[in-house]
């Protein structure tokens, strides 16, 4: 068997299982995600008002430079502007266009390392905004349980979301409420929720504040209605952790078949003495072919994480 031969083996056996991968991921975890899609549509009634506003908030956000002064909002980067944000993206491409091109000595090489780098800077402030939602969230069930307690005994709700403020383990959540509490006699609530919204993109937050508005300002039992709207959260959050789980098992079972990849590699350049090596890194066709694979690694991965995907 020729080097040549060897390495189209491996590309093809790359290609296969790397296909099968995204096939058994979506099989494993299409029951879940059902499942779970099932249970989302239950709560889509408490979501219309929301998309109601959301529809009207994009037409405002029409511009890109908007829409990244709102996600740097999002992500706690309220100070940056977004001028230096897409500084950071430009220079970050130019480094990752800059480092590829001397690793693969190719112009295509240029394209996929400026895509790349430009895309790192978003995929941290999406991971920022996907975190901060996370730890509001479940901090917000936390202090709804404790606020409904505390009214249960007789306590008035503005001295029971103090108090769940106060003991709550979120510094984020105790920030964006103490500006809230600080704002609300001021401004009136309702102004106070609308500043809240543009610091955390939290659907959990949105119902909390409608349901505050028509709660104080209906003659009904206000404590019923807090009851309600923490069965309510409490069930998005535990709804949300089974998403994550669900998708992260796709995610561990992607990440395990390219480690296995690399491990072949390693063991087929082991028996023909470096020579695959010496051909992938070293000469200019080979760095091209290392180049292809590592891209339908990529795409493979990406398609098999929107598959995975369950819409937040």
Do not use: C
Request: proline content about 1%; overall charge positive; charged content about 20%.
């Amino acid at each position: 068997m020729t080097i040549t031969s060897s390495m189209i083996l491996f590309f093809l056996f790359a290609s296969l299982l790397l296909s099968a991968i995204i096939v058994l991921s979506f099989s494993y975890t299409k029951e879940k995600i059902d499942a779970i899609k099932l249970k989302k549509v239950l709560l889509a009634k408490e979501d219309s008002i929301l998309k109601q506003q959301n529809a009207q908030k994009e037409k405002k956000s029409g511009r890109i430079l908007q829409k990244i002064e709102e996600d740097l909002f999002f992500s706690g980067f309220d100070t940056v502007s977004p001028y230096l944000f897409v500084s950071v993206v430009s220079l970050s491409g130019f480094i990752g266009a800059a480092v590829f091109y001397m690793v693969f000595d190719n112009a295509f090489a240029l394209l996929i390392g400026a895509f790349l780098g430009g895309s790192i800077p978003f995929g941290i402030k999406n991971i920022l905004i996907s975190m901060r939602i996370k730890e509001f969230n479940e901090a917000l069930s936390d202090a709804m349980s404790v606020i409904v307690r505390m009214m249960r005994n007789g306590v008035g709700f503005e001295i029971a979301l103090k108090r769940s403020v106060e003991i709550s383990q979120s510094k984020l959540f105790q920030e964006l409420f103490a500006k809230y509490l600080s704002q609300k006699d001021v401004i009136s609530d309702e102004k106070a929720f609308e500043n809240m919204y543009k610091y955390v993109n939290s659907a959990e937050l949105r119902i909390f504040g409608l349901a505050i508005g028509i709660g104080k300002s209906s003659g009904g039992k206000f404590s019923n209605t807090l009851e309600k709207l923490e069965h309510s959260i409490k069930r998005r959050v535990l709804l949300q952790r089974k998403v994550t789980v669900a998708t992260r098992e796709a995610k561990v079972g992607s990440y395990l078949i390219v480690g296995l990849l690399i491990f072949i590699f390693f063991i087929l350049d082991s028996n023909f003495d470096g020579k695959i090596v010496e051909h992938f890194f070293h000469t200019k066709g080979g760095k091209f072919e290392m180049l292809m694979i590592l891209v339908w690694v990529g795409f493979g991965l990406f398609i098999n994480a929107q598959m995975t995907k369950v819409k937040q």
